[in-house]
């Protein structure tokens, strides 16, 4: 037993170490020797046993060592994510719902004096912006507002709903339907009616002037993991299922889906991510291949796997992976539909991984393609 750890011991120190091992046989003629080696330790490294223990491992160092590695945040520790507290939420008297005690209509003075300026402001599908409110991912939400200054769009994925109805993060999909009845099957934009999926994560409902999407965690027994309401007035405003494509829409979708994935991994008690613009190059890259060139893989027409891709790039890595969706109208419903794909969850969800990098790319029709870049250094 002893000697399987210490060569577990030893994986783990290879494994670390690759980034440097390979710069300085890479400046050799050893390098086809290098391939080979570096394919057994990864056959090695990705071995359920042997992942399972080098976790252990990680977690040990990382309790060991302290908080903090070449400059980034390890795992919180439980104590820590109490110290932000959940805010005290109003069950709202003239709506159906509220997200953090705000109801659509209500004025951005007033937002800002309950939660501060917004940490990020871009560009979504609706012609206006996502303003992220949190405390380090804590208590996220997010608001449009109309030109008035008018709350016209609220979404969280976090415990900040209230509502006349009782419905909360975890309540259950049978309690969502008994208490807002049957949901839309198609919605109209101009002359055209868009038909949702049958088997679907979501649900959306037409109430209070306004259309409310209730997105479900199948990975949790189908219980609510998030919502999103927009007023009637900006939906109907949004003519088609896709819309007119441009550089600030395909950066919002970006950081959009960067956010997103930041506030589900504090949900799940981990550490934030951090913005990597080198990866984010990459993934755009990708993105932008294959709307180019009419193809959704992880492996590219040249043949190039994600991690090809990203060596190309000067990218180094330890441990690295790739999040891929098309179709999806909005970075919300992309981040919904991969948090219900089981390894592409795991991906988001994922302790080791410590930067990501987000690329957005549409196609002539105007769909977007997304990836993601998750890697450890």
């Given at each position: 037993m002893r000697k399987f750890f210490r060569t577990l011991i030893l994986v783990f120190i290879l494994y670390i170490s690759w980034p440097f091992i390979e710069k300085q046989i890479e400046k050799t003629d050893m390098y086809p020797m290098l391939e080979r080696f570096r394919t057994e330790v990864q056959n090695i490294a990705d071995n359920p046993?042997?992942?399972?223990?080098?976790?252990?491992?990680?977690?040990?160092?990382?309790?060991?060592?302290?908080?903090?590695?070449?400059?980034?945040?390890?795992?919180?520790?439980?104590?820590?994510?109490?110290?932000?507290?959940?805010?005290?939420?109003?069950?709202?008297?003239?709506?159906?719902?509220?997200?953090?005690?705000?109801?659509?209509?209500?004025?951005?003075?007033?937002?800002?004096?309950?939660?501060?300026?917004?940490?990020?402001?871009?560009?979504?599908?609706?012609?206006?912006?996502?303003?992220?409110?949190?405390?380090?991912?804590?208590?996220?939400?997010?608001?449009?507002?109309?030109?008035?200054n008018h709350v016209a769009g609220l979404y969280t994925n976090q415990d900040l709903i209230a509502s006349s109805k009782g419905i909360k993060i975890g309540s259950t999909k049978e309690t969502v339907l008994q208490q807002l009845g049957k949901p839309m099957t198609q919605i109209r934009k101009g002359f055209v009616f868009y038909q949702f999926e049958k088997d679907r994560d979501y649900d959306v409902f037409h109430i209070d002037h306004s259309y409310v999407t209730i997105f479900y965690d199948q990975h949790a027994n189908n219980t609510v993991t998030a919502i999103q309401i927009i007023d009637e007035d900006l939906e109907h405003a949004k003519s088609h299922f896709y819309v007119t494509v441009s550089d600030v829409l395909k950066e919002g979708f970006e950081y959009q889906l960067f956010d997103l994935t930041n506030a589900d991994r504090v949900k799940h008690g981990l550490a934030v991510l951090k913005w990597d613009d080198n990866v984010k190059v990459t993934a755009r890259k990708h993105s932008d291949d294959m709307a180019k060139n009419h193809y959704f893989s992880h492996t590219n027409l040249a043949g190039l796997s994600p991690f090809d891709r990203m060596k190309n790039d000067q990218i180094f890595f330890t441990m690295a992976g790739e999040n891929l969706a098309t179709g999806q109208f909005s970075s919300i419903f992309a981040h919904e539909g991969l948090m219900n794909s089981l390894g592409h969850r795991e991906n988001i969800l994922k302790p080791e991984y410590r930067y990501l990098g987000v690329g957005v790319a549409f196609n002539s029709e105007s769909q977007p393609y997304y990836t993601e870049n998750f890697f450890r250094k």
């Amino acid at each position: 037993m002893r000697k399987f750890f210490r060569t577990l011991i030893l994986v783990f120190i290879l494994y670390i170490s690759w980034p440097f091992i390979e710069k300085q046989i890479e400046k050799t003629d050893m390098y086809p020797m290098l391939e080979r080696f570096r394919t057994e330790v990864q056959n090695i490294a990705d071995n359920p046993s042997v992942a399972a223990a080098m976790d252990t491992i990680y977690t040990t160092i990382n309790h060991l060592t302290g908080k903090i590695e070449n400059g980034v945040e390890l795992l919180p520790q439980k104590e820590e994510l109490k110290s932000i507290e959940k805010p005290n939420l109003t069950i709202p008297s003239e709506q159906t719902f509220s997200v953090h005690s705000i109801v659509l209509g209500e004025n951005k003075e007033t937002v800002e004096k309950l939660a501060g300026v917004p940490k990020r402001s871009s560009v979504n599908e609706y012609g206006v912006e996502w303003n992220t409110y949190h405390e380090n991912y804590h208590n996220f939400f997010m608001i449009a507002y109309d030109s008035n200054n008018h709350v016209a769009g609220l979404y969280t994925n976090q415990d900040l709903i209230a509502s006349s109805k009782g419905i909360k993060i975890g309540s259950t999909k049978e309690t969502v339907l008994q208490q807002l009845g049957k949901p839309m099957t198609q919605i109209r934009k101009g002359f055209v009616f868009y038909q949702f999926e049958k088997d679907r994560d979501y649900d959306v409902f037409h109430i209070d002037h306004s259309y409310v999407t209730i997105f479900y965690d199948q990975h949790a027994n189908n219980t609510v993991t998030a919502i999103q309401i927009i007023d009637e007035d900006l939906e109907h405003a949004k003519s088609h299922f896709y819309v007119t494509v441009s550089d600030v829409l395909k950066e919002g979708f970006e950081y959009q889906l960067f956010d997103l994935t930041n506030a589900d991994r504090v949900k799940h008690g981990l550490a934030v991510l951090k913005w990597d613009d080198n990866v984010k190059v990459t993934a755009r890259k990708h993105s932008d291949d294959m709307a180019k060139n009419h193809y959704f893989s992880h492996t590219n027409l040249a043949g190039l796997s994600p991690f090809d891709r990203m060596k190309n790039d000067q990218i180094f890595f330890t441990m690295a992976g790739e999040n891929l969706a098309t179709g999806q109208f909005s970075s919300i419903f992309a981040h919904e539909g991969l948090m219900n794909s089981l390894g592409h969850r795991e991906n988001i969800l994922k302790p080791e991984y410590r930067y990501l990098g987000v690329g957005v790319a549409f196609n002539s029709e105007s769909q977007p393609y997304y990836t993601e870049n998750f890697f450890r250094k």
